[in-house]
């Protein structure tokens, strides 16, 4: 409809709230290693828009409740905390004077990357048709990933603690080493300590916690989840020296008992994707949020993101 002309009506302003999340800004929008990525550019494009067309505002207006009524009303937020959001973002927003919070995983003492751009960057940049991980023979598919029963790798560790994760590391030890001596660190390091505190210091910006080391929160050990949510809000307090009281759920699932789990912990905005059901849109520190995505044209997100829904 775009394409000839008929689909302008779709994009007429309408009432509705949204916190949009993006995870990943590079220089071209990079789609070969995961859907994260959308170019500068694009970015850009997308804010300028937002804010000559919607009401945008902070997270915390947001929660507030201060929305126009016929506007669509959205909030910025970026997951990971990974340094092309520093570098290519946060100068665009500025530039814009549009609000954003910010949610980092805390891995900096760990590995100084997240384990899925790790696995994203060694499977496209690998010679290796086969490993062998849990005893497990994972083969590359007609996707470029290696799978295992039909079930890729990168899924397999998405229900895996953190430490059960780490073999990978040594089995893709050259590949790594090679990418790190290559010109793709926009694709895997994560913002310095002292980056994350000139973030903070913005008004325009907030710091929220994303968990310790990006694990699944809901497929591993309630004990290891609780310290994953715990000691991802010391590690941020340490390095900003404020109340760290915003939590983005890793990959969006959560369940009650997190829920509950969080709230003692003194965070007070937990956001997820979908709720697990109509219920919990009543509790006041959850909100689903709307995935950008990378696939489609202009037209057609505006289109969906008014809508809510891509369906």
Request: net charge neutral; aromatic share 14%; with cysteine.
């Amino acid at each position: 409809m775009f394409r000839c002309g008929l689909g302008t009506h779709l994009l007429k302003n309408r009432y509705g709230e949204r916190i949009l999340v993006f995870h990943s800004i590079d220089v071209k929008g990079e789609t070969k290693l995961n859907s994260r990525y959308i170019a500068q550019d694009y970015f850009e494009e997308l804010l300028k828009f937002f804010k000559a067309h919607y009401n945008v505002i902070s997270l915390d207006a947001y929660y507030a409740g201060d929305f126009v009524p016929g506007k669509l009303n959205i909030a910025i937020t970026f997951d990971d905390g990974l340094l092309n959001n520093y570098e290519l973002a946060i100068p665009v927003l500025e530039k814009h004077n549009i609000p954003a919070t910010f949610f980092i995983t805390t891995t900096l003492e760990k590995k100084g990357f997240l384990w899925a751009d790790f696995l994203d960057l060694v499977t496209l940049h690998t010679a290796k048709k086969e490993i062998v991980f849990e005893g497990n023979h994972y083969r590359k598919n007609s996707k470029n990933e290696f799978s295992y029963n039909g079930t890729t790798l990168k899924n397999r560790c998405k229900y895996l603690e953190y430490e059960q994760i780490t073999p990978l590391f040594e089995i893709f030890a050259t590949e790594w080493e090679a990418i790190i001596a290559a010109d793709l660190d926009i694709y895997w390091k994560l913002m310095s300590a002292g980056q994350i505190r000139k973030i903070a210091k913005n008004p325009l910006f907030t710091i929220g916690a994303h968990g310790k080391t990006h694990a699944n929160l809901v497929e591993i050990s309630i004990e290891n989840a609780l310290l994953e949510l715990r000691q991802s809000k010391i590690n941020l307090e340490a390095i900003v020296q404020k109340p760290i009281t915003d939590f983005a759920f890793p990959f969006g699932t959560y369940t009650s008992e997190l829920v509950q789990a969080a709230k003692k912990e003194g965070f007070s905005k937990l956001l997820l994707l979908d709720y697990n059901n109509s219920s919990d849109k009543k509790e006041t520190v959850l909100r689903n949020r709307f995935v950008v995505n990378p696939y489609i044209s202009k037209e057609l997100f505006l289109s969906s993101l008014l809508k809510g829904s891509y369906r």
